[in-house]
């Protein structure tokens, strides 16, 4: 029998044992109702509870730390240009602009000036710079929008379902990941809405345009104000029917969201 050394540990030395039908898939519906487990530090003591519970275990004075960070879908499997040989990228370290450190395999074939597509190669490809140290490799990703959201989006159970029914990719690009994400572009369009109405009189009373904005200024100098008021209202309604279309286009984007009436 092998005799292991102090300090010296295998991975299969951490191996359990967990049935696949204790592994959960989807998020309860209700998320407080997920299981907590407590260790009573002074007596040694587990109980279980549920989050739910979590405030009779709080006193005051007591640190709450909240862990809202994601995780980053690091591992990324690709094909090489030209040849078209799969290979696989380890995001390791972020260096700004677009560039990252990287574990590449093979490592023989990723040398610098390989070119690397990810999927159908419209929505992210890669560019390998330089040789790093430790065999790493100096990465620069070409892709457009937010580089963790489109990781994200190309993660996600749909896309990883859609692939496994042998959707073509540019379908999936179009249908599953592009509506997805257009969904938090439309969100910032229309909260800049505010910004860019309120600057039209800014603007207008510079370059003495007429328009709705300088005709505002002009009446609250003149102190008009039935043209105030209608210039409040004028707005007002443009708020209002910015966010009801925003929000039809919400129900386009996404087929989870309904509206009103609408059965699930």
Known sequence: MEQKGEGHLKT??????????????????????????ALDKETGAVSHHHFYDLPQFLRPGDCLVLNNSRVLPARLIGHRLPGGGACEVLLLTDKGDG??????????????????VFGDGSRLTATVEAEAAGGNRLVRFHYEGIFLEVLEELGKDYVTGA???????????????LRSCLSAILTLMALSLGSLLGGTAIVESIFMWDGVGKLAVDAINMRDYPVIQAYVVWMAVIYVAVNLITDLCYRALDPRVRLGGEKA
């Open 163 to 177: 692939r496994a029914r042998g959707v073509p990719f540019s379908v999936i690009l179009r249908k599953y990941v």
């Open 12 to 37: 299969s030395d951490f191996d359990f044992y967990l049935p696949e039908e204790l592994i959960a898939q989807t998020p309860l519906e209700r998320r407080d109702a997920s299981r907590l487990l």
């Open 99 to 116: 560039l990252w450190e990287c574990l590449v395999r093979p490592g023989r074939k990723l040398k610098p000036g390989t070119q690397v």
